[in-house]
């Protein structure tokens, strides 16, 4: 188990700060960038000949969950880098090849793909005696070992897919959403009778996107309710003008000066006071078309963002159906006990967290959540950090981006984490909490980079 103290890190004598970054997507590369301009010697493993992960449609690692109409349901303003946006020029929501443009772009101008190995996969990484780890990677040329001080595990949280396990038999085909490519691929569903789980933004946009596309029913499966709204409001971006949307808002006065979880509560009061108020008829009108009824809590969990969900339903293109309760050969039951004929199942159930790479003492995923400090370091080690596992109201890049910079000042001396029992303490949950809010959690993030220097320097001054 590697040393937590109340100092900064010390790297061992004579060693380089080798630092290893898993996973080229968003989240790998802001790292990479980061911790390369912070004085760092970093290596970045990519397992897919291409970088930007979820973004490259139908990318070789067989993890991308992107389809071809994907576009960003973050505005640019919210998904920028603090030091990289998007071009003026380009939509508000790009599409998923602009994406992957754009995260090139962002290498190029910046000029580190020289620190990214792709086509290397890292099949495991185990921690040394006294801290750092021993990575097992499967590169170009074959199978190797290399040594690092300190690994960032920036890998993806949406790659592993959550499939339901119903009783019974379906005769149907039955895939997880991460394969839907198109109404065409992986199957031509054209007069198909479909049947979609999950109301997620995937199963919203899944279901209005093959209705419209000429399947026969499309039925959408929801076992819980949640609040729904729209990408935009007369053509104009619905998140356009809320505040906090992105790490580095300025966070007012009033706010700033609660303590850190009144804050959270606080907000989450006020922001859902407003969308109830904007949106509660129209959620109505979810529940009378047959949606479980929402959260009294819009922000218990995410919203889902669909423009066209309302219209398919209230059209008719798509039907509302409670949970499944078993699959009954070409059909299946929804609850109580309607059985409703179908040639396919869609399950666009999410995905589990995973790091097959990590032991499970190491990234203890079996809640599907990490207990983080400040969401990016474990409580026990000091040579390990997580980057890109959030659920924000509001776009994931940038957060990723604020976590890097943590990690940045933690390496190189600038930031030095508190006492154990503090760290114990604060620990929580990334993931089953209320949605995370981007501008509170930068404000978090810089002010324990702050009480970390100020530790820095007080250690400085002891004897
Ligand atoms: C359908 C969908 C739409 C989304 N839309 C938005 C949006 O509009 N706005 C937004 O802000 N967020 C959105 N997100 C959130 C999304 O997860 C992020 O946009 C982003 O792609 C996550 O970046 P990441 O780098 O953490 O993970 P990924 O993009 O998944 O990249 C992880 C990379 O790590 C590599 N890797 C994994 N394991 C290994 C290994 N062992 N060795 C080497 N390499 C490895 C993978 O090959 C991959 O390239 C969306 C997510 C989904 C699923
Ligand atoms: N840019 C875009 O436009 C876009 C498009 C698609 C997705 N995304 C992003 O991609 C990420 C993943 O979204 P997602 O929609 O794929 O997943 P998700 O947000 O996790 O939603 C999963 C849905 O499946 C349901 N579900 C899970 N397990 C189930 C089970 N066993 N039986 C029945 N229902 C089950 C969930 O219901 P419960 O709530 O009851 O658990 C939920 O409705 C999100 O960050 C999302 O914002 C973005």
């Given at each position: 188990?590697?040393?937590?103290?109340?100092?900064?890190?010390?790297?061992?004598?004579?060693?380089?700060?080798?630092?290893?970054?898993?996973?080229?997507?968003?989240?790998?590369?802001?790292?990479?960038?980061?911790?390369?301009?912070?004085?760092?010697?970093?290596?970045?493993?990519?397992?897919?000949?291409?970088?930007?992960?979820?973004?490259?449609?139908?990318?070789?690692n067989g993890r991308s969950s992107a389809y071809r109409s994907?576009?960003?349901?973050?505005?640019?303003?919210?998904?920028?880098?603090?030091?990289?946006?998007?071009?003026?020029?380009?939509?508000?929501?790009?599409?998923?090849?602009?994406?992957?443009?754009?995260?090139?772009?962002?290498?190029?101008?910046?000029?580190?793909?020289?620190?990214?190995?792709?086509?290397?996969?890292?099949?495991?990484?185990?921690?040394?005696?006294?801290?750092?780890?021993?990575?097992?990677l499967n590169g170009p040329d074959g199978w190797y070992t290399?040594?690092?001080?300190?690994?960032?595990?920036?890998?993806?949280?949406?790659?592993?897919?959550?499939?339901?396990?119903?009783?019974?038999?379906?005769?149907?085909?039955?895939?997880?959403?991460?394969?839907?490519?198109?109404?065409?691929?992986?199957?031509?569903?054209?007069?198909?009778?479909?049947?979609?789980?999950?109301?997620?933004?995937?199963?919203?946009?899944?279901?209005?996107?093959?209705?419209?596309?000429?399947?026969?029913?499309?039925?959408?499966?929801?076992?819980?309710?949640?609040?729904?709204?729209?990408?935009?409001?007369?053509?104009?971006?619905?998140?356009?003008?809320?505040?906090?949307?992105?790490?580095?808002?300025?966070?007012?006065?009033?706010?700033?000066?609660?303590?850190?979880?009144?804050?959270?509560?606080?907000?989450?009061?006020?922001?859902?006071?407003?969308?109830?108020?904007?949106?509660?008829?129209?959620?109505r009108r979810f529940e009378h078309l047959g949606l479980p009824?929402?959260?009294?809590?819009?922000?218990?969990?995410?919203?889902?963002?669909?423009?066209?969900?309302?219209?398919?339903?209230?059209?008719?293109?798509?039907?509302?159906?409670?949970?499944?309760?078993?699959?009954?050969?070409?059909?299946?039951?929804?609850?109580?006990?309607?059985?409703?004929?179908?040639?396919?199942?869609?399950?666009?159930?999410?995905?589990?967290?995973?790091?097959?790479?990590?032991?499970?003492?190491?990234?203890?995923?079996?809640?599907?959540?990490?207990?983080?400090?400040?969401?990016?370091?474990?409580?026990?080690?000091?040579?390990?950090?997580?980057?890109?596992?959030?659920?924000?109201?509001?776009?994931?890049?940038?957060?990723?981006?604020?976590?890097?910079?943590?990690?940045?000042?933690?390496?190189?001396?600038?930031?030095?984490?508190?006492?154990?029992?503090?760290?114990?303490?604060?620990?929580?949950?990334?993931?089953?909490?209320?949605?995370?809010?981007?501008?509170?959690?930068?404000?978090?993030?810089?002010?324990?980079?702050?009480?970390?220097?100020?530790?820095?320097?007080?250690?400085?001054?002891?004897?």
């Open positions: 188990m590697a040393r937590i103290s109340g100092h900064p890190k010390q790297w061992p004598e004579g060693q380089g700060q080798r630092v290893c970054v898993v996973g080229a997507g968003p989240s790998g590369l802001t790292t990479t960038k980061t911790l390369i301009e912070a004085g760092l010697q970093v290596d970045c493993f990519e397992a897919s000949p291409d970088i930007g992960g979820h973004w490259v449609l139908g990318n070789p994907l576009r960003t349901n973050t505005t640019k303003r919210m998904s920028r880098f603090s030091d990289y946006e998007m071009p003026e020029h380009w939509s508000e929501f790009p599409a998923c090849e602009k994406v992957r443009e754009w995260l090139n772009l962002y290498v190029d101008h910046f000029g580190f793909r020289h620190a990214i190995r792709t086509k290397t996969e890292v099949i495991s990484a185990v921690p040394r005696e006294g801290g750092g780890w021993q990575l097992v290399s040594d690092y001080d300190a690994l960032i595990a920036a890998s993806g949280s949406y790659w592993d897919p959550q499939i339901p396990d119903w009783p019974g038999t379906f005769s149907g085909k039955m895939i997880h959403a991460q394969e839907y490519l198109d109404p065409e691929t992986p199957h031509q569903l054209n007069g198909l009778d479909v049947v979609i789980v999950g109301i997620g933004n995937t199963g919203c946009e899944l279901a209005c996107e093959i209705a419209k596309a000429g399947a026969g029913t499309v039925c959408l499966s929801a076992r819980s309710g949640t609040w729904i709204l729209p990408k935009t409001i007369n053509g104009v971006a619905a998140a356009e003008g809320v505040p906090l949307t992105h790490p580095t808002d300025e966070v007012p006065s009033e706010l700033a000066c609660l303590a850190e979880e009144d804050r959270e509560a606080f907000l989450a009061q006020r922001a859902s006071q407003t969308i109830k108020q904007a949106h509660s008829e129209r959620m009824p929402a959260p009294e809590h819009p922000l218990l969990k995410r919203p889902t963002i669909s423009q066209d969900i309302l219209a398919c339903l209230e059209s008719g293109h798509v039907i509302a159906k409670p949970a499944i309760t078993r699959l009954d050969r070409d059909a299946v039951v929804f609850a109580p006990d309607e059985r409703v004929r179908a040639d396919v199942i869609i399950c666009a159930t999410g995905y589990k967290l995973s790091y097959p790479y990590l032991s499970q003492d190491v990234a203890d995923t079996r809640e599907n959540d990490l207990t983080l400090f400040c969401g990016i370091v474990p409580p026990d080690r000091d040579d390990l950090f997580f980057v890109g596992v959030s659920r924000p109201t509001g776009a994931f890049w940038p957060i990723a981006e604020a976590q890097a910079k943590f990690v940045a000042a933690l390496l190189t001396e600038g930031y030095s984490l508190p006492p154990a029992r503090e760290i114990e303490r604060r620990a929580r949950p990334m993931l089953n909490r209320l949605a995370l809010n981007p501008g509170l959690y930068g404000l978090s993030l810089r002010e324990e980079l702050e009480r970390g220097r100020r530790r820095v320097l007080e250690g400085e001054e002891l004897p």
